[in-house]
């Protein structure tokens, strides 16, 4: 039973009665898992990129540009750098004094000269101790290093967000935080006009800093690069926030009585998306990001996916006008038909039995869609979510993003297909997400409800169950026309952890 209080909060966030009876019922039916067609493979719903089509792809992008082609970098950067430390976090809380041997605590203490904060790290413990971090590994004081690193009185890293870290250091001495190299890698891919826009999306209570950060460094970056930033930022919404659950499915509530809501996760972002003012946009995860010396792969896959999407909407644009001018001939079904399969990899079980009218519908239909390349790396771990060939609710079979929680493992057959699977998650993506006449797309209407996943959680000490919107690229990109092309495992360099920093790519 809904209290007064319970309509007002509804009301102030903007969730709707139904929507919060849609989430409760989700509780309690689950998700259903996705039929696959089989796992996304080069040659099979994955291009691989040779010589000839690098060459057209770059030339594609380039004319984009210099024809002053609309285009912005979307970075999700949200949510607090705390998982980062999560070691460091055990072991200052911990009751160990010094970090075990072979532990993530004891290999960073052990490459201290190599952590890019290492000169804000001894300034830090100077302030506090008088001694900087070599002075205290050499009388034991690991703790005191570590909590200088991840503590509220010292550097805070843990809970900073990651965009505003220091991760790489060059070798004059100068440090970049990741939304600055976010901002660099955008000067080499995205500069239209000599104009980049940069959108960030960023919880509320660090937009401050993020704000802070750019009047810092964008006059440096401009002066550097001869370029004007359009810098935004957005937060993701509290209508898009989803209700937790008890264990039976109710709402879930604290102790003054109040619903409990939770972030809807990643997903959440498609509205955001839906707001940027440009027609292609390019989506790359904030710690996704190398120095300068190590960005050339990077720059080279951008182009090449961007003009592959470029390429296909060229083809895409051509055959709604022919569509809509209402008289395509039995050959421009064909070709559009092929071009549906061969590129857009979208399968239909009975189309070679539909009338020639229901041909160009069926055609129209799935062309006048948001458009997405994305870049997919060899699967160098376990065999999980990834690229898929999924069947959607039409009976038609497309490529999905897929998570494993959306797979059932129960089905040997679906086994086997990710035993055979061979890529990961996307490491870069770029988006069309205006129609043909130019209008966006409400991007909220492409998502798949029916692809979000439950997980459990508690809170102050009670079980709770909670409830994840579609994924950015998984569900909430589901009726999305969608190309996979690979790209080298040299353009994804991630920072799960604090330890990554240490890895080659990571070092200027």
């Given at each position: 039973m809904l209290t007064e209080n319970d309509l007002t909060t509804l009301k102030n966030r903007g969730i709707t009665l139904e929507q919060l009876n849609d989430q409760l019922e989700r509780f309690r039916t689950g998700f259903p898992y996705l039929r696959l067609e089989g796992s996304a493979t080069v040659g099979h719903g994955i291009t691989a990129v040779n010589d000839s089509l690098t060459a057209e792809a770059v030339a594609r992008w380039d004319k984009y540009l210099a024809d002053g082609g609309s285009v912005c970098k979307f970075v999700p950067a949200s949510g607090a750098a705390s998982r980062m430390f999560k070691a460091l976090f055990a072991f200052v809380n911990g009751p160990e004094e010094k970090?075990?041997?072979?532990?993530?605590?004891?290999?960073?203490?052990?490459?201290?000269?190599?952590?890019?904060?290492?000169?804000?790290?001894?300034?830090?413990?100077?302030?506090?101790?008088?001694?900087?971090?070599?002075?205290?590994?050499?009388?034991?004081r690991q703790k005191e290093i570590i909590n200088a690193i991840i503590g509220k009185d010292?550097?805070?890293?843990?809970?900073?967000?990651?965009?505003?870290?220091?991760?790489?250091?060059?070798?004059?001495?100068?440090?970049?935080?990741?939304l600055e190299e976010q901002l660099m890698e955008g000067a080499q891919t995205a500069a239209a006009n000599g104009v980049v826009n940069t959108h960030?999306?960023?919880?509320?209570?660090?937009?401050?800093?993020?704000?802070?950060?750019?009047?810092e460094v964008l006059p440096a970056i401009e002066?550097?690069?001869?370029?004007?930033?359009?810098?935004?930022?957005?937060?993701q919404r509290p209508s898009t926030d989803t209700v937790a659950a008890t264990p039976e499915g109710e709402p879930f509530r604290d102790d003054n009585g109040n619903i409990v809501f939770r972030p809807g996760g990643h997903g959440a972002l498609i509205a955001n998306l839906s707001d940027i003012d440009a027609a292609v946009v390019f989506i790359k995860n904030i710690d996704n990001v190398v120095p300068d010396t190590h960005r050339a792969d990077t720059i080279k896959y951008k182009k090449i996916i961007a003009g592959i999407l470029?390429?296909?909407?060229?083809?895409?644009?051509?055959?709604?006008?022919?569509?809509?001018?209402?008289?395509?001939?039995?050959?421009?079904?064909d070709e559009m038909y092929r071009f549906a399969t061969n590129t857009l990899c979208i399968k239909h079980p009975s189309y070679a039995s539909l009338s020639d009218e229901a041909k160009a519908k069926w055609l129209e239909a799935k062309f006048d869609r948001p458009l997405r390349v994305c870049g997919m790396v060899r699967n160098e771990g376990e065999p999980g979510g990834g690229p898929y060939l999924a069947y959607n609710p039409?009976?038609?079979?497309?490529?999905?993003?897929?998570?494993?929680?959306?797979?059932?493992?129960?089905?040997?057959?679906?086994?086997?297909?990710?035993?055979?699977?061979?890529?990961?998650?996307?490491v870069d993506l770029v988006c069309y997400i205006r129609d043909i006449a130019g209008t966006p797309y409400d991007l909220t209407k492409y998502v798949d409800p029916a692809t979000g996943f439950i997980s459990s959680k508690s809170l102050g000490g009670r079980d709770l169950r909670a409830l994840e919107l579609p994924g950015l690229w998984n569900g909430a990109m589901s009726d999305w026309n969608t190309i996979f092309v690979e790209v080298p495992v040299s353009t994804f360099n991630p920072v799960k952890t604090v330890n990554d920093l240490l890895r080659p790519m990571h070092k200027a």
């Open positions: 970090a075990e041997p072979g532990s993530p605590v004891d290999i960073l203490l052990a490459h201290l000269a190599e952590l890019p904060f290492k000169a804000e790290l001894d300034a830090t413990l100077r302030a506090a101790t008088g001694h900087d971090s070599d002075a205290l590994l050499s009388q034991g010292g550097m805070n890293y843990g809970g900073l967000p990651k965009g505003l870290l220091t991760f790489h250091r060059y070798p004059d001495g100068s440090t970049r935080t990741p960030f999306t960023v919880s509320t209570e660090h937009d401050p800093l993020f704000r802070q950060k750019l009047s002066k550097r690069t001869g370029l004007k930033f359009n810098v935004s930022t957005s937060q470029i390429l296909a909407h060229d083809s895409i644009e051509r055959y709604l006008h022919i569509l809509r001018q209402g008289k395509p001939t039995a050959k421009d079904l039409d009976g038609t079979a497309s490529p999905q993003i897929l998570e494993s929680s959306q797979i059932d493992m129960a089905n040997a057959a679906n086994v086997a297909m990710m035993q055979n699977a061979t890529h990961f998650n996307p």
